[in-house]
């Protein structure tokens, strides 16, 4: 079984930047993909961007592209994104996510989830 456990999330004003990071652990990660989703108060689940763990090919959410940069430490079982020109909308609790199969966007393909990290931003 693989856990998974976030780290980073806080409070930062608009246009600032945050880094999240997520360890694997329990056993080595060997899915397919990790990725980020994140949630706000009364909003569904939305994907945010996910890596393939084999080559780091990459997808982002049309919303936080050119803003977020999700990457990966295979060695260290560990996936991140660094968040920068951070806006009020960005607010949520950042979830990651491990996949056994593919690489996409859809929350129900992802097997491990973590317990979610806040990250508020203020205007």
């Known amino acids: 079984q693989v856990q998974l456990l976030e780290s980073g999330g806080g409070l930062v004003q608009a246009g600032g930047s945050l880094r999240l990071s997520c360890a694997a652990s329990?056993?080595?990660?060997?899915?397919?993909?990790m990725g980020w989703f994140r949630q706000a108060p009364g909003k569904e689940r939305e994907f945010v961007a996910t890596i393939r763990w084999s080559d780091g090919w990459i997808i982002y959410a049309d919303s936080v592209k050119g803003r977020f940069t999700i990457s990966r430490d295979n060695a260290k079982n560990m996936v991140y994104l660094q968040m920068n020109s951070l806006k009020p909308e960005d607010t949520a609790v950042y979830y990651c996510?491990?996949?056994?199969?593919?690489?996409?966007?859809?929350?129900?393909?992802?097997?491990?989830w973590g317990q979610g990290t806040q990250v508020t931003v203020s205007s």
């Open positions: 996510a491990g996949a056994v199969y593919g690489t996409n966007r859809i929350a129900a393909t992802y097997k491990y």
């Open positions: 329990g056993r080595t990660f060997s899915g397919s993909a």
